[in-house]
């Protein structure tokens, strides 16, 4: 059943903007929408390929009935113009790296206890994967779930890169380009509530998820993914050398 919509005006205008805009360049197929949690709040994580894969990301979301608060880094906020856009939507900002990281966990699951929808994009940045396959993630998502023992829904999504490869300038709006967002059914994270919050358990929730999105990745590439993901951390060069790399083309 379709949530409320958001009260602010700000937000109801962006997304009118947002919405239309691609519509224009998307041709979209969506599925799975019977997998999002008909009440209370949940945690959506999707696969990152290219900047623009956000905007589908809470798209789908949004006209399914959804307001997403999106976790975007606390720098962002304090820009005169996009800090006040980002505050009328309700986005939670994240302080990477330091003790305010925690506050901006506890932030998200008061989001999620008010019944919203935090929309997360667990590997942090552009996946560094040859292929464009989900790489290992950050641990955050894992912390949130952890706390507010609420659902996490996979999400995949292919195609945008069609409009804004990986590491790309220029859009490529027209023609339309197909777009393929699906949702699965909610991780089972229920045997790790009561585990202690450390790094093992951590990795087990985002092994568990990460696993999840590249399985409905894998039904919309029609594809095998690969035995293991790409791990950044075991090519610290890898973040150098990543605007050397040519954008991937997809027939």
Avoid at 51 to 71: C, I, K, N, S, W
């Amino acid at each position: 059943m379709p949530k409320a919509r958001p009260e602010s005006r700000l937000y109801r205008l962006i997304a009118v903007v947002v919405r239309n805009s691609m519509f224009a360049m998307c041709r979209y197929e969506w599925s799975g929408g019977e997998n999002l949690p008909a009440s209370g709040g949940f945690i959506a994580a999707a696969n990152h390929v290219t900047e623009l894969d956000a905007l589908t990301f809470v798209h789908y979301l949004f006209d399914h009935g959804y307001e997403p608060r999106v976790m975007a880094k606390k720098s962002l906020f304090t820009a005169p113009v996009l800090g006040g856009v980002m505050r009328a939507t309700k986005m939670i900002p994240v302080d990477r790296g330091s003790a305010a990281a925690a506050e901006s966990l506890e932030r998200a699951g008061q989001e999620l206890g008010d019944g919203a929808c935090v929309a997360i994009l667990p590997e942090g940045t552009l996946t560094r994967d040859p292929d464009l396959w989900p790489m290992e993630p950050k641990t955050g998502l894992a912390r949130v779930a952890l706390v507010t023992r609420l659902p996490v829904v996979p999400i995949a999504q292919w195609g945008v890169t069609e409009i804004l490869p990986r590491y790309g300038r220029w859009l490529k709006p027209f023609p339309r380009k197909r777009v393929q967002v699906r949702a699965g059914k909610p991780v089972d994270l229920s045997d790790l509530y009561d585990r202690p919050i450390d790094s093992a358990t951590l990795r087990e929730v985002m092994n568990r998820v990460m696993d999840a999105v590249t399985a409905e990745l894998a039904v919309l590439r029609a594809e095998q993914p690969p035995a293991r993901r790409f791990d950044l951390r075991k090519h610290p060069d890898h973040e150098e050398k990543k605007m050397h790399y040519p954008p991937v083309e997809r027939p």
